[in-house]
């Protein structure tokens, strides 16, 4: 066995809200090693706007989130998973409370339930609770501070995983290979649980929501390690991101329409009524598909979203937050419209897991965005990802905390860096992330055809052979890492993406516009699943 290896009894590689919730629960009965590949605090959960739904209120049911999950899902969602989360939603939000998030209170006397909550699209029912607009920051701030108490939990931020351990005798994953960004050395870390919780894979598209955290990491070593992936063509648009070179992932509300904004071309023509009889309020899709549409028939960089007929003083009430961040580029929204595009912004497919978190390989486990519990289907509904992050990481620790710990008895190799050299020519890698990143915003985006989808295969594939020679010839480091799991991702998105043969939910494709009346996830398999 390597002299330099480090044992723990669960590796958890992610610190999102599913990564730091689950290690809180298991702390106090294991050794428990959390990764973070930048900063304990980077990721998609800081971000989160919006909340997390539950059912909450007396007057609302279970049945009724069942339902709506399903109709966003477009036909597509597992039904056991969706009840599975419905029914542990308010267990779920609870612990949250108790731990001491800092939820909005309700400002009604003596309401049913004692925190305040909103609806958002596609809810039937008042269901999302939040901390004011800044739900992932309170949520994450809080389950850190946890973190950080215990003495159980070893936190190693800045440290990246290369690839999972998987035993070639039990075929069970044992562990991690684990690149240290300070060091650039890389280590093999030895567990009996390996966790997945490293979020979802929108980085593959040139605009996005996401942090830089969010490229597919996780989903891309699972596959390596033999585990099914599905759903991978599902992945959710928002439609109006600032663009603007100084601040790329900022997301403009959707408020913004609802209160009269009117997207517009660079001549001010508004072109929404084209589209839909709903013009500016036409949901989400809808209005995605109609910017790709006019950005591509113009080949113009961004759109523009007008509201400068409403007062400043309305503005800076209304929104204070989309007014500031915007005014620091100097953009005043009162006086100019906002220059805007559709981002990526969420991943419905991912790694194939039970309702337990547990993947196709024993002892590892799959929670958060990275994940396909089936909860999502086509499409996901608003405020349903934070929850799924929380439910399955309560369900991973059930199902730890049930298991026997296996002793580890393989001899497991320290990673061989004899045959690499330093890489001198780091345009190589800078120029395949632009090229992978552009290929799958301009053939793999919102609306797709059978030919645009062709291409992006085809430059994936040369794209691939491309990195992985540089892989093995040099030194690693994050972004070679980072490049290598985003074009396995793309390929896995264009792989199911060429496999549906209709438009449903997230996937368009001109080519087949029609919905069948019967579908199926995808569902892909590597050569190595056992
Ligand atoms: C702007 C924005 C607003 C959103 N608003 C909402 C909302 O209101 N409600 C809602 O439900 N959802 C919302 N979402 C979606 C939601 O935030 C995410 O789906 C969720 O936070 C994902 O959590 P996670 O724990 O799975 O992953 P993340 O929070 O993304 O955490 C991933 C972690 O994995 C680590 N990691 C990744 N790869 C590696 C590696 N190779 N080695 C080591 N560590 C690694 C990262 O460093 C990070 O710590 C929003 C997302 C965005 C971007």
């Known amino acids: 066995m390597s002299s330099s290896i480090h044992t723990t009894q669960v590796l958890i590689i992610g610190s999102g809200i599913a990564g730091l919730s689950l290690a809180i629960k298991l702390a106090d009965n294991f050794q428990v090693t959390v990764l973070a590949k930048t900063t ?23 049945d009724a989130h069942v339902d709506d999950t399903l109709n966003a899902g477009a036909g597509l969602c597992e039904i056991e998973a969706v009840q599975f989360v419905a029914r542990h939603a308010s267990q779920a ?43 992932g920051h309170s949520v994450q701030s809080t389950l850190l501070k946890r973190v950080k108490e215990h003495p159980n939990i070893k936190l190693l931020p800045n440290h990246m995983t290369v690839d999972l351990i998987v035993s070639p005798e039990s075929r069970r ?46 989903i891309a070593m699972a596959w390596r390690a033999g585990c099914r992936v599905a759903n991978m063509e599902f992945n959710q648009f928002h439609p109006t991101c600032l663009f603007h070179p100084q601040d790329r992932s900022f997301l403009i509300s959707e408020a913004v329409r609802g209160e ?5 071309l660079p001549n001010g023509e508004a072109f929404m009524s084209r589209y839909d009889e709903r013009a500016d309020l036409a949901p ?3 209005v995605a598909r109609a910017i790709d549409q006019e950005m591509k028939t113009h080949g113009i960089d961004c759109v523009y979203l007008d509201i400068t007929h409403k007062p400043k003083d309305y503005l800076k009430t209304h929104f204070p937050t989309i007014y500031g961040r915007c005014k620091k580029v100097g953009i005043d929204i009162s006086q ?7 981002a990526a912004h969420y991943t419905c497919g991912g790694i194939v897991t039970n309702l337990q978190g547990e993947t196709d390989l024993a002892g590892l486990y799959a929670i ?71 290929v799958m915003w301009d053939y793999v985006g919102i609306v797709r055809t059978d ?61 087949h516009p029609q919905t069948k009346r019967r579908a199926k996830p995808t569902l892909l398999k590597p050569k190595n699943f056992a």
Not at 106 to 112: K, V
Not at 391 to 414: D, G, H, K, L, W
Not at 485 to 500: E, F, G, P, Y
């Open 40 to 62: 304990l605090a980077e990721n998609s959960s800081i971000y989160a706007q919006g909340g997390i739904a539950a059912v909450l209120d007396p007057f609302d049911s279970i």
């Open 93 to 135: 939000i609870n612990e949250l409370i108790d731990l001491g998030v800092p939820f909005s209170r309700a400002t009604e006397d003596s309401p049913p339930f004692p925190f305040h909550l909103t609806q958002e699209g596609g809810h039937s029912h008042r269901r999302i609770i939040h901390a004011a607009d800044h739900t």
């Open 173 to 218: 994953c044992i562990g991690a290979y684990v690149l240290n960004k300070s060091s650039r050395q890389v280590l093999p870390i030895q567990a009996n649980f390996t966790v997945l919780a490293s979020g979802g894979a929108s980085k593959a598209y040139l605009y996005t929501s996401n942090p830089d955290t969010s490229t597919g990491d996780g």
């Open 260 to 264: 009269g904004g009117i997207l517009r």
């Open 284 to 286: 989400r899709d809808i």
């Open 336 to 342: 100019q419209p906002i220059p805007v595009v559709p």
């Open 368 to 438: 958060g965005e990275t994940a396909y519990t089936g909860l999502h289907g086509a499409n996901r509904l608003a405020s349903n990802s934070l929850l799924e992050g929380l439910v399955f990481a309560q369900a991973a620790y059930q199902s730890i905390e049930s298991s026997a710990i296996i002793p580890i008895t393989e001899m497991i190799r320290n990673w061989d860096t004899s045959r690499v050299s330093e890489a001198r020519e780091r345009v190589l890698v800078s120029h395949d992330w632009d090229e992978l990143r552009r």
């Open 451 to 511: 030919k645009r989808l062709n291409r992006a295969a085809q430059r994936i594939r040369n794209l691939q052979k491309e990195i992985n020679e540089f892989y093995r010839q040099h030194r690693l480091d994050s972004d070679l890492l980072e490049l290598r799991n985003l074009a396995q991702v793309a390929s896995l998105m264009v792989a199911s993406a060429q496999k549906r043969k209709e438009s449903r939910g997230l996937h368009y494709n001109l080519d």
